[in-house]
């Protein structure tokens, strides 16, 4: 389906032109007919499938049509800053010829600026939870005025702990009879399951993909190599496939910063990036290898979600992850919408039970 089958007014799909987008994808086609109506919705959906386009024209179409004067504003809830920031673009690409405001708040720096965004008045706050509530404990963001709300990878916001922030913000919204809400998942755990019970207004579920647990369009390569071999099998996989760039998954942070120095001394210059790095840096590695400046990039589960990179060419998974679930986001982040991508995985002998967790 193309997009103007929808009913979004032309300043919309002018935005959705500017943004390159052309059909609909999937979970656009299953999820407008629902949301565009202003019913709730629980969205099971990997990474890479389209959903925050998804979910913004959903809400700026609602934030036109819907808007309600004594609950006016909008809230989108993200797990890391780096995700938080990659909607927050992708709204103001989108968002470019309509009159909304829209701010983006997270830690790791001053509040003087956020301050006078929340000051001047804003329709969509874009946030991780502490920065939100820190604005909200004093008076800067009021959650009774929240008409709309957004959870975006909600299972990776309670894996981390956010849960009971999430819940302080409901309840300090109008009731689900009165708020729009949305909720995005890569998985349908029962925390998650709950969230949606709990706090939403009878949502419909889309979930795509079935029982399927990566996109098709991924390519999936499994080497069976013992641990001191890996980085010489590791170094011959690159010179064979000579990928433009790659995200390459340890398991720990020794083992990331020191994959990063045994390929950067093998001639092949790469980074690495860990929860221990200050937002700064973080941010900045992602934007230099999203700009072409640094081609390979380790890392540990920190980045296996919240890094877009649209042509990201491979994932290599130098360490099995721990669970099945962080193998999808972790391959989740090549062949993003609708593109192809190529993963490759590595097991050693002492990865018998991740590997048949995967397969399930």
């Given amino acids: 389906m193309n997009f103007n089958e929808f009913p979004f007014s032309d300043d919309i799909l002018r935005g959705i032109e500017n943004a390159g987008f052309t059909a609909c994808l999937p979970v656009q086609e299953l999820t407008f007919p629902i949301t565009l109506q202003g019913s709730d919705i629980f969205v099971k959906s990997q990474t ?19 808007r309600n004067s004594h609950h006016p504003q909008a809230l989108i809830v993200a797990p890391t800053r780096e995700l938080a920031v990659q909607i927050y673009e992708e709204a103001q690409t989108l968002g470019k010829y309509l009159p909304f405001k829209i701010g983006c708040f997270y830690g790791g720096v001053p509040y003087e600026e956020q301050e006078k965004l929340l000051a001047d008045g804003i329709d969509i706050i874009i946030g991780t939870p502490g920065r939100i509530l820190d604005h909200a404990q004093n008076k800067r963001i009021l959650f009774s005025k929240i008409g709309f709300f957004i959870i975006d990878e909600a ?3 309670l894996d981390m702990g956010f ?18 809400t949305m909720l995005f998942s890569a998985t349908l755990n029962f925390s998650v399951q709950d969230l949606a019970r709990d706090y939403m207004n009878n949502p419909k579920l889309v979930e795509l993909q079935g029982d399927h647990v990566t996109v098709e369009s991924i390519t999936q390569e499994l080497y069976h190599v013992g641990c001191k071999e890996k980085m010489s099998l590791l170094l011959g996989l690159l010179k064979k496939y ?14 990331a910063a020191e994959v990063a120095w045994r390929l950067s001394a093998n001639g092949y210059p790469t980074e690495y990036i860990m929860g221990d790095l200050s937002q700064d ?9 999203k700009a072409g400046k640094i081609n390979y990039l380790a890392a ?6 919240g890094i877009h990179i649209d042509d990201l060419a491979m994932v290599i998974n130098y360490d099995l992850p721990n669970q099945a679930e962080n193998y999808v986001h972790r391959v989740g982040r090549t062949a993003r ?13 002492e990865d018998v039970e991740q590997l048949e967790e995967m397969r399930q």
């Fill in 242 to 255: 000579q990928p433009k760039n790659a995200l390459i998954f340890t398991n720990t942070k020794r083992m």
């Fill in 48 to 66: 890479g499938s389209g959903k925050t386009a998804t979910f913004l024209l959903s809400l700026f179409h609602l934030l036109a049509v819907k």
């Fill in 281 to 289: 840096k973080r941010l900045a590695l992602i934007n230099r290898i």
């Fill in 155 to 157: 299972d990776r916001l």
């Fill in 337 to 349: 919408v609708g593109q192809s991508g190529l993963t490759i995985s590595l097991a050693g002998e």
């Fill in 300 to 305: 540990t589960d920190v980045a296996s979600r």
């Fill in 163 to 180: 849960f009971p922030d999430i819940r302080r913000m409901i309840r300090q919204m109008p009731p689900p009879k009165e708020r729009f």
